[in-house]
């Protein structure tokens, strides 16, 4: 059974950082894509950023989060991480992973993220 589990959400500053992780088990995780969404009340979730399979060599973004939002993976460790630096208040959200592997997609539980002063 695929399980993604997430943390490092929580209340932050504008201006701060958080690291958000995602530890995936039931799967070999190299042989997923992996992704970051995030969701607010009332509107569709959307794409954060994107990493390829195996060591990641591909990398996507959404505009809004261009040049301040890193996606990276370590599949020894089973976990992919999202860096989120220079927060704006926009960017609170409920932030979920999602791997896919072929017609397979999963969904962790989400972390919210509050920037806020």
């Known amino acids: 059974q695929v399980q993604l589990v997430e943390s490092g959400g929580g209340l932050v500053q504008p201006g701060g950082s958080l690291r958000l992780s995602c530890v995936v088990s039931?799967?070999?995780?190299?042989?997923?894509?992996m992704a970051w969404y995030r969701q607010v009340p009332g509107k569709e979730r959307e794409l954060v950023a994107g990493?390829?399979?195996?060591?990641?060599?591909?990398?996507n973004y959404a505009d809004s989060v261009k040049g301040r939002f890193t996606i990276s993976r370590d599949n020894a460790k089973n976990t992919v991480y999202l860096q989120m630096n220079s927060l704006k208040p926009e960017d609170t959200a409920v932030y979920y992973c999602?791997?896919?592997?072929?017609?397979?997609?999963?969904w962790g539980q989400g972390t919210q993220v509050t920037v806020s002063s």
């Open positions: 999602r791997s896919i592997l072929g017609r397979n997609v999963y």
């Open positions: 990493i390829s399979s195996g060591s990641g060599i591909f990398t």
């Open positions: 039931g799967t070999i995780l190299s042989t997923n894509d």
